[in-house]
């Protein structure tokens, strides 16, 4: 092995000291009150606790530090979900917690109505870093929203249009608006899921072949395909659509569909056949901001987008999205067109900012270097586990797709949940994709060192030595 140059970062400086060393020893009474919640008193409260998505069952979580969560007994994880992928700094990140307690003693809530210095700050910030001409921003609350807020402009921008078109197995929330276009409202696992049951309330998009080179929808191989996934897009255009088509949403890495990364060709073409006509093409990076080493996915497959939608790790833990668009495109009007309440949150844009300010110097490189070396690392890991089928690596995002064997690939569903379990049991927290759980996630904080990368892989190793090698 050639391993990777692990770069020497100052973690202190990237905020990372452990909140031990600065923590106040007295707790708030109503904390201690629920931090001392006993066996009884927990099963009691869950009781009320209704949940839409996401598993339970696992470990009650108490606390974090860097990579790593704690639970009520005291056991550790190192959380390769960053929880839900938004924990880009890791927990308790000091650096963080620094800024937003400093901003709270004067700001913290302002209707978006109401101009203020972090959103100035902000979305100037974010248009030097955007690539091309997006230079316009808008905030609100959560990924869901923002993918609705680029479907508003572009609809805007498109009349006389109706439909949007999505990629097989994409996901872009389960808001009313987003539903239709995420997997869980097909077949796509096999079974109809949740979002099947609001097709009333949904809104339909049509839905063309995805760049799943693995396992071609098309059954072709990449040598021969003549990028067809494109070219179907293309005659959905001509051919699929009353009246203009009123935008494109497209995940430039397909995180919950299986970590599915295209060739960059294919999101080039897409872009050219975008042009040709006239459809906005939005990039919903809600989950590839910064994880694959460069701030926009935008960057690294060499493709500008007319929208670009931000959200879950863009504001270090704290809830905040926003959408950045083309200067081609009429924006949002003040008459109502797109207000929230909690969309000028001055506490979420000083994170954000403070985050890009930490990535610029250190993170991002760290990023791409540790992805690098995971993959270094995985394939030689394949050697012992031919069931690696596929290893896809962007910088840290990660996925490995598990088979019976690399001829047939049959699907190994319950051995893929199975690691993961096992994960869980040794100390490491893995995520699953939605579409199969046959492809094991590894998406850890950014912050994550070579160090920790070998004691993830070490876990990793057990886990599926217990569930391939039994």
Known sequence: MNPVREKSFNLSELGRTLPSVTRKQRMDPLLEKIFNLSDADRAECAKHVMLGGGTRGGP????????????????????????SWAMYLGFANEAINRIVAEHMQSLSHVHQGFDTLPRYYLARKLAQLAPGDLNRVSFTVGGGPAIEAAMKIAYKNTQPSRDFICLYDSYHGTTLGTMGASWISTRSAGKLAGGSRFLGLTRPFIRVPNPYCYRCPLGLSRENCSLACAQALRVTLEKGIAGNVAGLIVEPIQASGGQIIPP????????RICDEFGVPLIFDEIQTYARIGRFFAAEYFDVTP????L????GAGLPIAAIIISDRLTGFEQDGEELHTFANS?????AAAKQIELLENGILDNTAQMGEYLRARLEEMRNEFPEMGDIRVAGLHVGIEFVRDPRSK????????????????????????????????IKPPLIVTQAECDEILDKLRSAMTRVLRR
């Open 410 to 441: 049959e699907p190994l569903n319950a051995e893929g949940k199975a690691i993961r379990d096992e994960g869980i049991k040794l100390g490491v927290i893995f995520g699953l994709a939605g579409v199969r759980t046959n492809v094991l996630k």
């Open 306 to 309: 007319d929208i670009i939608v």
């Open 311 to 314: 959200g879950k790790g863009f």
């Open 264 to 271: 960059k060709e294919y999101l080039q073409a897409v872009r």
């Open 346 to 350: 001055s506490v979420g844009q000083v």
């Open 60 to 83: 009650v979580i108490v606390r974090g530090e860097g990579i790593r969560l704690y639970d009520t007994t005291g056991k550790s994880y190192i959380d390769c979900t960053s929880q």
